[in-house]
């Protein structure tokens, strides 16, 4: 299949609960079967100072200090995923940020629930416009 030129990208996580759980082939299932192409793969434990930029839209936030722990606290699969409209796209797969209220045929709310932790636990990360994606990607994946 082809596609337009300068297709779009994304910076997709699978959180430490998604790892933990042996849900990271699944989800990049889901993410090869909607068409969108993976252009970069990294399994690692990202540093606090990594994360503390990542999430700099939610410092003094009341989850922020909950969620850089949960973040930190075991290995995470990073993505960059392309294809035309990936990030809305990915956002669609995803579902809500709440998996008790995330729509079942998403990745949330198929596979996640509330565990009832100080953080929502939601399995992947997507960015969320195209600023941001350029800013995360120039992040996890400096020189891409
Ligand atoms: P993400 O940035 O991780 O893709 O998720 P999102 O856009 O759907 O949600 P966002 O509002 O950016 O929040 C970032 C992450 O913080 C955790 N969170 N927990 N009240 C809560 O318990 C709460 N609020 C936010 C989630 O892990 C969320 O994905
Ligand atoms: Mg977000």
């Known amino acids: 299949m082809t596609e337009a030129p300068a297709p779009q990208r994304s910076l997709v996580l699978v959180k430490p609960d998604?790892?933990?759980?042996?849900?990271?082939g699944e989800i990049l299932r889901r993410i090869e079967a909607k068409g969108y192409r993976l252009v970069a793969l990294e399994l690692r434990v990202a540093t606090r100072e990594l994360l503390e930029e990542h999430y700099a839209e939610h410092a003094g936030k009341p989850f922020f200090e909950p969620l850089v722990e949960f973040m930190s606290s075991g290995p995470v699969v990073a993505a960059v995923i392309e294809g035309h409209q990936v990030i809305p796209?990915?956002?669609?797969?995803?579902?809500?940020?709440?998996?008790?209220?995330?729509a079942?045929?998403?990745?949330?709310?198929?596979?996640?629930?509330?565990?009832g932790l100080r953080v929502a636990q939601n399995l992947v990360h997507g960015s969320d416009a195209p600023e941001s994606a350029a800013r995360e990607i120039a992040l996890w994946f400096p020189g891409l």
């Open 18 to 24: 998604g790892v933990a759980r042996g849900l990271t």
């Open 89 to 102: 796209g990915f956002r669609s797969l995803a579902g809500a940020t709440d998996p008790t209220a995330a």
């Open 104 to 115: 079942p045929g998403t990745i949330r709310g198929d596979l996640g629930r509330d565990w």
